[in-house]
């Protein structure tokens, strides 16, 4: 590993043994920090209803779908995929695989069945190299296929969630969701850290 590469870790690893949220997780038991964000989402914005069809797109390690599963209730259809295997949690049927790729698709299809999603969230970012213009067109990539998905399977009134990086593509992607939704919010919840340029989109009512 090169210098810069060795300084941006300690750093990583400094920030992350002095992170509030990161404490805060380990007292109420949720697998990431990430969920913290969801909470807040969730607080603004009335995300999860009890008993809801709910998918999550980019769910490893957990946390958020821990979040899920205990305010949508026993009675929720919670249906979770990651490239990343996840520890089982009860009520979740979880779909491993490459998100990208028709397989992994097929299988979410199949566990949809014929429901239909009051919820569709997308934490999804792709491993970064370090090239900002490569790791930015995938992550957009990766967010377009979330956008695609969440309008095959939502219900006309459900909500779709999803982070998304600023930079090349943000601005393209924002005028396309709001052809497709009629009520769109930009949301920064405090726990993404400052630097990052992670925002969360959250989407309301097809059109």
Not at 5 to 14: A, C, D, I, M, V
Not at 57 to 79: D, E, H, V, Y
Not at 161 to 185: W, Y
């Amino acid at each position: 590993m090169g210098r810069a590469g060795t300084k941006s870790s300690n750093r990583w690893l400094q920030e992350h043994a002095s992170d509030t949220y990161v404490k805060q997780a380990a007292i109420d038991g949720y697998r990431s920090r990430a969920v913290y964000k969801l909470i807040e989402l969730d607080q603004k914005d009335q995300l999860i209803k009890p008993d809801s069809v709910i998918l999550e797109l980019g769910a490893a390690p957990g946390g958020w779908t821990q979040f899920l599963s205990r305010q949508a209730g026993n009675k929720a259809t919670i249906i979770a995929t990651d490239i990343l295997p996840m520890d089982g949690l009860p009520d979740v049927r979880f779909v491993l695989g490459d998100f990208t790729e028709q397989s992994t698709a097929d299988e979410i299809d199949l566990a949809m069945g014929d429901l239909r999603a009051d919820l569709v969230l997308s934490d999804m970012a792709p491993n970064l190299s370090g090239v900002v213009v490569s790791d930015q067109a995938r992550a957009m990539g990766l967010v377009e296929l979330a956008l695609e998905s969440a309008t095959r399977f939502l219900v006309p009134e459900g909500t779709f969630v999803a982070k998304v990086f600023q930079g090349e593509g943000f601005d393209p992607f924002m005028k396309q969701v709001r052809k497709q939704f009629r009520n769109v919010k930009v949301r920064k919840p405090a726990a993404s850290r400052a630097r990052s340029r992670e925002v969360y989109v959250v989407a309301r009512n097809l059109i």
